[in-house]
């Protein structure tokens, strides 16, 4: 009877190892399950300073717009996400998809996230199912990504119809487009604290405020593997379709090659 149990207490206290378990950035653990898992892929961080009383309007009242040195940012993101499907479901069921995010800094309760202005994904059935799903503003554009001698290739056209995961757009409504060529120029390093990188890459969660309060979602993966990066923009309304104001100056840019990472499914806060 002791060694039985005995052997029962192994069991229970054996540690458990989770390759996709990953602590926060800012030293908390997720909160949801994490459903999903991915690898993102030659994906970059496009940041400019924007002016605080300007963005201000355009973000629910329920988040507090976060500044840093008294300005805002805005930050596109085009990257793609590689081996997409469901934690522990065998490849032949995964899928790539090109995503072009555009995002804003905010507070919820005191915690650090991000607030999506448009989530624009290269695959309609992946929009229409995450748009229906989430609430979040995903949108179906076509998409085509290439590599050439350590640039990448970056073009994204919201489609007119977003198959069936928003309204069909005003025809005389300005196109969404982003086309860019972006590369890494620079050594790998990982973002510390209290510095602009940490501050504009390292947030794990995000918000959406909807009429019955606040979603949530959240992402789970090691410290961002950084580049400094370089940008040439050929074309972008990104900014102008979400009505939001023109950022002026060159921007900052990061890059990273590979990434794996867990999402949560966004659920729906309680109000206090």
């Given at each position: ?188 390093f990982r973002p510390e604290p209290d510095t602009l990188a940490h501050w504009l890459v390292e947030r794990r969660r995000l918000y959406a405020a909807e009429d019955r309060g606040v ?41 990273c090659d590979e990434l794996p990472m867990t999402g949560s499914i966004p659920r729906r806060?309680?109000?206090?």
């Open positions: 009877m002791t060694d039985h149990n005995n052997r029962q207490t192994r069991r229970r206290i054996r540690p458990r190892t989770d390759p996709f378990r990953w602590d926060f950035a800012d030293g908390s653990n997720p909160t949801a399950p994490h459903v999903a898992s991915m690898t993102w892929r030659d994906g970059s961080f496009v940041n400019w300073p924007v002016d605080a009383d300007a963005l201000r309007p355009h973000v629910p009242d329920q988040l507090t717009l976060e500044t840093r040195d008294g300005d805002a940012w805005l930050s596109v993101l085009p990257f793609v996400l590689t081996k997409v499907g469901i934690r522990g479901a065998p490849p032949f069921t995964r899928t790539a998809v090109a995503e072009l995010n555009v995002r804003t800094y905010v507070r919820y309760r005191g915690d650090p996230g991000l607030f999506f202005f448009s989530i624009d994904v290269g695959s309609p059935l992946i929009a229409a199912i995450v748009g229906r799903t989430t609430r979040l503003p995903v949108y179906h554009a076509h998409m085509r990504v290439s590599a050439d001698s350590g640039d990448v290739l970056f073009s994204s056209t919201r489609s007119q119809t977003a198959a069936g995961a928003r309204p069909r757009f005003d025809e005389d409504a300005p196109r969404a487009r982003f086309d860019a060529t972006y590369r890494p120029d620079g050594d790998v979603l949530t979602g959240e992402i789970a993966h090691e410290r961002w593997p950084l580049r400094p990066g370089e940008v040439t923009i050929n074309e972008n309304t990104m900014f102008e379709v979400n009505d939001l104001p023109e950022p002026t100056g060159d921007p900052v840019v990061y890059y806060l309680r109000e206090e």
